[in-house]
Structures are given as C-alpha cells and as structure tokens.
C-alpha cells in the first residue's frame, strides 16, 4: 500500500476546464482518457507562443466501475500526489490537479518541448545516425539525478523507460510518467507486484521476487543500452521467450565504438543479482561520470550565461548561485513573448546548473571531487 501520511491530498474542485485552459491539440489517447496540449487562460489576449504550454491528462470518471477504468484513475491519482511533492529539475514538473465539472479528474504538468527519448533514438536509428558518447552520458546523468532524488525519498518508478524520459527544448531531461511508481515505508521495504513495461523488467520482477531500487538501476541500464546500440538491449518474439532471456541470458556485448568506461556502467546496470548492481548515488560518483558532470557543469553554466547575454536588454541577470523568479518583461514590450521564452529557458538551464553543482559539491565533501576543479566552476 502506498504511505498516505507522506502524500497530500489531490484537490479535487468542481470547475470548468474549458475556463482555465484552452485546447491546443490532442497528443494522446488510451483507455485512461486523452492527454492535451493546453494553454493557461489569461484576462489578457496571448498566443499559443506567448504564454507557456502545458500537458493536460484528463480521465473520464464517470466509467470508475469498470476495473480498467478504476485501476487507470488510482494510477492517475497515485501520479499527482507524487508528483506535486517531487520538487527536481529533471523530473516533470507538476502544476496542479483537479476533479472538473464534466467528471474528469484533470492533472497539469509541465510540456517538454523536445519529445520524449524513444522517438529521438527512433529518428536516429531511421537516419542511420548513432549518438555521440557525450551526449549518452549527459542523458545518463541527468536521469540518475532524478532516480538518485527519488530513491533517496523511498520512491521506486517502476516503468522507466525510453517512452518516459522527455527533453526540454534546451535538451534537458525530464523523468515522468509515475502512474505505478511505489512509495516504500522504509528503506527495507520492497515491492512484490509485477509491473512495468516488459523490455525494461529486471529479472527479480520476472521471477517474482521481492526488488526495490535496483529494479529501477536495471530499468535505466535497459535505456543507456538502447542509447548506444539503439535497439533493445533484450528482444524477443514472445513474452516467455523475451522473459527466459532477460533471466538467464547474458547482455549481448556492446560496439567498441564506445569507451570502455561507459561499457563496463552499461554492463554494471544491467547485472541479473540486483545487489551488484551500482545504486544511482554511486553512479554519480564514479571517475568516469564525475568527469562528464563537470564538462556538464561548465556547460549548463555557459547556457545560462548566454540566455542572459542575448537578453540583456529586457531580462535582468541575476547571480547563477541565488535563484530568483524569472524576470516578467513590461506589458508595452513589442518582445515580451520572446522576453518571457528566454526567462523559462535561462530559469530551466539555472534549477539544472544548480542541481549538477549540489551533486558535485556533495561528492566533494566526501573527497572524492578534486577541489581545484571544484572552485574553478
């Protein structure tokens, strides 16, 4: 059962959706309802471009007898109380949730603009193209940064996969989709229900065992993998024949295009006893990632510096080490839209910048960072 004293209640008001936010289109469909693109309404004429978009789940209630339908709207409920306490610049943002005059329970969350990972490496793979090294690893770190975070409040995903992973359009990465994620009541607490999507199942969940977070290290290993070969990393006709691999099988070997280091954190992943798996803390503070999260930090500051530059004009430039709320430009600005763009942007790359110099400051006060690289960012 899932810890109702450490979740808030979901806020379920009787009001209009069509008074708070207007329709753009339709970006998915199932069984739970459909999932839109919307903007908020404001008293003020805006365009679409103008104010920022957001990501509307709408379930239908009103089909809550049907077990389908029931077990949807528990995943949904479970995913907006989640949501609104996890506060981390690479996991979805949550913005509200309520129950609507047409008995729709509607959850709001934050739209990445970039897509999700599955359709950038399909795209890749169409194009014949394979990722660079660099880029793998800024991906790889900045999920490990949301399930370190998770992990770390006793909260298990249980579905990470490609299809759940999102981009910003400054190409930051953003966790989400927690419908069936677990709070554990401890520590030493662990999940026995079998769950999540099969290509990216670890082997205790396939062979019914009790897991907890190395079920999700699996999971991610599963994604890297996909990064670097761009397939699956386990492949099957059928579910049994998919299952007997993912137990017994061993990983196939990955391209030597790649570095050894990288190959040996995939290998790691994706090892059958979950307690030889590495947990996300101590991916982070291994030599190889260490290196990429500082490249990344540096990085990650020079595009906050440069959304100031170019929008000096119009945005203020406050300090990268003293967050604030993005600048609003002045109603007579000819470009506001463009001012208010560049103010979520640079907010966006400061909360990412902020969140790689706490990961690296924390792991320099275990000693393992060299401080001189440290002071130097």
């Not at 009541?185 to 999540?196: M, W, Y």
Request: charged content about 25%.
């Amino acid at each position: 059962m899932l810890r109702n004293r450490s979740e808030p209640a979901l806020h379920l008001n009787e009001i209009n959706v069509d008074d708070k936010y207007e329709f753009l289109k339709k970006i998915g469909a199932g069984s739970y309802g459909e999932v839109w693109l919307v903007l908020p309404k404001t008293s003020s004429p805006t365009t679409s471009s103008q104010t920022k978009q957001y990501v509307l789940k709408r379930l239908d209630l009103r089909q809550s007898t049907n077990n389908t339908s029931q077990n949807d709207i528990e995943s949904a409920e479970r995913e907006a109380k989640l949501l609104s306490t996890l506060k981390h610049p690479n996991i979805v943002a949550y913005k509200e949730s309520f129950r609507s005059k047409d008995n729709f329970l509607n959850i709001v969350m934050a739209y990445c603009e970039g897509g999700d990972l599955y359709t950038r490496l399909k795209e890749k793979k169409s194009q014949k193209q394979s990722l660079s090294e660099d880029q793998i690893v800024e991906w790889f770190i900045q999920i490990c940064m949301a399930l370190q975070y998770m992990h770390e409040k006793n909260i298990l995903h249980r579905d990470l996969k490609t299809q759940n992973v999102f981009l910003t359009k400054n190409e930051i990465v953003k966790v989400g989709d927690l419908g069936i994620a677990r709070v554990l009541d401890s520590g030493n607490d662990f999940a026995t229900t079998i769950i999540g999507t099969p290509y990216y199942m670890s082997p205790e969940i396939f062979s019914q065992k009790p897991y907890g977070p190395k079920t999700d290290i699996w999971s991610l290993g599963c994604c890297v993998y996909e990064m670097v070969t761009l397939e699956h990393a386990f492949n099957a006709k059928d579910m049994n024949s998919l299952v007997v691999k993912i137990i017994r099988e061993e990983t196939p070997k990955l391209s030597k295009n790649y570095s050894q280091p990288l190959r040996d954190i995939i290998t790691s992943l994706l090892k059958k006893d979950p307690d030889q798996r590495p947990t996300a803390k101590s991916l982070l503070q291994n030599a190889y990632i260490k290196q990429h999260i500082l490249r990344l930090l540096d990085k990650t500051k020079t595009k906050c510096q440069n959304h100031i530059n170019s929008n000096s004009h119009s945005v203020a430039s406050p300090h990268l080490s003293s967050p604030s709320r993005p600048p609003s430009a002045s109603q007579n600005s000819p470009s506001k839209a463009r001012v208010e763009i560049a103010a979520m942007a640079l907010q966006q790359s400061k909360q990412q910048w902020q969140s790689l110099q706490r990961t690296a400051q924390y792991q320099n006060s275990a000693g393992n960072w060299n401080n001189e690289q440290l002071q130097a960012r």
